[in-house]
Antibody
Framework: DVQLVESGGDLVQPGGSLRLSCAAS????????MTWVRQAPGKGLEWVST????????WYVDSVKGRFTISRDNSRSTLYLQMNRLRVEDTALYYC?????????????WGQGTMVTVSS | QSVLTQPPSASGTPGQRVTISCSGS????????VNWYQQVPGTAPKLLIY???QRPSGVPDRFSGSKSGTSASLAISGLQSEDEADYYC???????????FGTGTKVTIL
């Protein structure tokens, strides 16, 4: 079965750093772009970042540009999100998601999410 | 910021048909395909419709999607109690160079 498992969420102070991981299994990881989506408590879904299958191309929502870095290790089938200079408004459940095919952006597989809380 | 606008809520009785709109712009819904997700509170989103009107395997044909111009719609026919959830449209936005999700619509079964 195709599966995504996130980890790394925690309580962190404003200005702090955190690295999220997403372990993939059940498919050829390097074939697909991967995406992080977040959801603040009681709010809607927000796209955060996407990385291409090779890891050479990345895209970010404006609010995290310069603070977050998406990367992947295809040898370990693992996606990462390095989060620096965290703000209170970054508090959210962070999901990793996989598209249904190499040439579309419909996310058919989602992890269970990992919670990031930014608070003093 | 969300550039795909949805009504905050929709409702219907069991068996009825409900339609949810998703209003975008030329940089997202007009140029790119629209996908729809269903999220039951406390669970991860589930892909419901992709490429404007395609259903993934396992999604009942009660769910259908359409797109015209800068807007898309999700229709749920024969409403069932398990359809009570939040629904989001999504698309790539060429101007933002990123994905955008709709504002979300909460569907309530009366």
């Amino acid at each position: 079965d195709v599966q995504l498992v996130e980890s790394g969420g925690d309580l962190v102070q404003p200005g702090g750093s955190l690295r999220l991981s997403c372990a993939a299994s059940g498919y050829t990881f390097s074939t697909f772009a991967m995406t992080w989506v977040r959801q603040a408590p009681g709010k809607g879904l927000e796209w955060v970042s996407t990385v291409s299958g090779t890891g050479l191309s990345t895209w970010y929502v404006d609010s995290v540009k310069g603070r977050f870095t998406i990367s992947r290790d295809n040898s370990r089938s693992t996606l990462y999100l390095q989060m620096n200079r965290l703000r209170v408004e970054d508090t959210a459940l962070y999901y990793c998601a996989k598209p249904s095919s190499w040439d579309n952006d419909a996310f058919d597989i989602w992890g269970q999410g990992t919670m990031v809380t930014v608070s003093s | 910021q969300s550039v795909l606008t949805q009504p905050p809520s929709a409702s219907g009785t069991p068996g009825q048909r409900v339609t949810i709109s998703c209003s975008g712009s030329s940089s997202n819904a007009r140029r790119n395909t629209v996908n729809w997700y269903q999220q039951v509170p406390g669970t991860a989103p589930k892909l419901l419709i992709y490429n404007n009107n395609q259903r993934p395997s396992g999604v009942p044909d009660r769910f259908s999607g359409s797109k015209s111009g800068t807007s898309a719609s999700l229709a749920i026919s024969g409403l069932q109690s398990e359809d009570e959830a939040d629904y989001y449209c999504a698309a790539w936005d060429d101007s933002l160079s990123g994905h955008v999700f709709g504002t979300g619509t909460k569907v309530t079964i009366l």
